[in-house]
């Protein structure tokens, strides 16, 4: 089996990104066209605040090729505030709210807060809530806290087809199941260290070996790989999700290589 892998970032409008990302003078409505050209996958954060209105899902797909592919949070209400508890039918209402996407919709993702611990509540909450998944949804989910990281749960996972995202998040240990058919990766930062995003401003040069290893001794175990940088792993996503596809051998568009020629200069 041979995985098609895609990297990108967590959203694509940032204003530090402006002269050094996008071409100077550049326009809001030309960012994912130009993001589009330089990545085949982006998160969305903006779902963690709410479903997209169907004309904005369908603007995106209008805006970007047959081959890109937009992943998406879960709503904070699902994930955060119900802690999933009692919330397949909302799980339900924002996969359809992700339908005009069509071809184009990745996975979603369940990112879980630090405070979700695993109880015999919690995890009865999460069996009922992954039940509720549509068949066609892919589903990732991603836990902050050390006490799900267990045989029990990736077996659980396993059963409704549900993959546990790898995540590089503070002290959390590195978890490198596999538990569907697919990967999501999510390279995560702190806040406090990187104020601007124009920049790469720290070395992760261990971590990049690492993840390249893990992803190296798996990669013939799953059909897909969605994986995507946060602006405060090392300062700069783009820059980041460009290193990792050239350490995994795949091709890395330069973002000033697609900028107007009179750019160039």
């Known amino acids: 089996m041979t995985a098609?892998?895609?990297?990108?970032?967590?959203?694509?409008?940032?204003?530090?990104?402006?002269?050094?990302?996008?071409?100077?003078?550049?326009?809001?409505?030309?960012?994912?066209?130009?993001y589009s050209q330089v990545f085949d996958t982006v998160e969305l954060d903006t779902t963690?605040?709410?479903?997209?209105?169907?004309?904005i899902a369908r603007s995106w797909a209008r805006h970007t090729p047959e081959s890109f592919r937009f992943a998406a949070k879960l709503p904070r209400?699902?994930?955060?505030?119900?802690?999933?508890k009692d919330a397949g039918a909302a799980l339900q209402a924002f996969a359809r709210s992700m339908e005009p996407l069509g071809e184009r919709l990745g996975p979603l993702l369940a990112q879980m807060p630090a405070e979700f611990q695993r109880d015999e509540q919690t995890r009865r909450d999460l069996d009922v809530f992954l039940t509720a998944k549509p068949r066609h949804v892919r589903l990732a989910v991603e836990f902050?806290?050390?006490?799900?990281?267990?045989?029990e749960v990736w077996e659980l996972l396993r059963r409704h087809g549900a993959a546990v995202a790898w995540t590089e998040w503070r002290e959390l240990p590195r978890v490198t199941e596999v538990t569907a058919d697919f990967l999501y990766l999510r390279w995560l930062g702190?806040?406090?260290?990187?104020?601007?995003?124009?920049?790469?401003?720290?070395?992760?040069?261990?971590?990049?070996?690492?993840?390249?290893?893990?992803l190296g001794?798996?990669?013939?175990?799953?059909?897909?790989?969605?994986?995507?940088?946060?602006?405060?792993?090392?300062?700069?996503?783009?820059a980041s999700a460009n290193e990792m596809k050239?350490?995994?051998?795949?091709?890395?568009?330069?973002?000033?290589?697609?900028?107007?020629?009179?750019?160039?200069?």
């Open 217 to 238: 001794n798996t990669l013939g175990r799953v059909r897909e790989v969605f994986g995507y940088f946060n602006n405060h792993w090392a300062g700069h996503s783009p």
């Open 144 to 151: 902050r806290h050390v006490s799900w990281h267990t045989p």
């Open 4 to 34: 098609t892998i895609r990297l990108g970032t967590q959203g694509w409008s940032y204003p530090d990104w402006q002269g050094v990302f996008y071409p100077p003078g550049s326009k809001q409505e030309d960012r994912l066209p130009f």
């Open 48 to 55: 963690f605040y709410q479903a997209p209105k169907a004309t």
């Open 190 to 214: 702190d806040r406090r260290e990187i104020e601007r995003y124009d920049r790469v401003q720290i070395d992760r040069t261990d971590s990049f070996e690492a993840w390249q290893s893990d």
């Open 246 to 265: 050239r350490r995994l051998g795949l091709v890395a568009v330069e973002p000033r290589e697609r900028w107007p020629q009179g750019e160039l200069f």
């Open 77 to 84: 209400d699902l994930t955060h505030e119900a802690l999933l």
